[in-house]
């Protein structure tokens, strides 16, 4: 499963405005839920139990929050960026400035974990990660994602 196959260009947020965990995870969840058609306190309280069995900060600016839904029918990736930063519990107690949201449903665990592992992968290089605070527009953040996926063998 490729990120292409799961992250669409709408699914993209450019610039959240949120400053804290809890915000910004409500800032994303309020852009999402009318694109997937899930009610927005289910969505959020997903994701904020996933993050009260750890933080989903993994360092270096990012976070990938997860959460899986019943009722979904295939796994949803978003992707958000605070040019502010966020203060997230980041494991490294950094602000977090790009956030890859994933949604699955409740019995995809395998498929779940292979897209968190591809984004793991690419969110390594620094270069990739500057790319994408750099970008202007939602096309250029989805291409140079896409891009990415496919030199990195994965996509």
Avoid: W
């Avoid at 809890?22 to 800032?27: A, C, G, I, R």
């Avoid at 949803?76 to 997230?88: D, I």
């Amino acid at each position: 499963m490729r990120l292409a196959d799961v992250l669409k260009e709408d699914y993209i947020f450019t610039d959240l405005k949120a400053r804290e965990k809890n915000e910004l995870l409500t800032e994303m969840v309020s852009g999402i839920s009318d694109k997937v058609m899930l009610d927005r306190e289910r969505l959020l309280g997903a994701l904020l139990e996933r993050e009260r069995l750890g933080t989903t900060g993994i360092g270096h600016g990012v976070a990938i929050p997860h959460g899986k839904i019943r009722g979904l029918t295939d796994i949803k990736v978003f992707f958000g960026r605070s040019r502010k930063g966020v203060e997230f519990n980041s494991m490294d107690n950094m602000p977090v400035y790009i956030f890859f949201l994933i949604m699955a449903p409740e019995n995809s665990a395998a498929a779940h974990l292979k897209v968190l592992a591809s984004i793991s992968h690419l969110l390594k290089n620094q270069e990739f990660r500057t790319r994408l605070m750099k970008a202007e527009t939602s096309s250029e953040i989805y291409r140079i994602i896409t891009e990415a996926e496919r030199m990195s063998g994965m996509g």
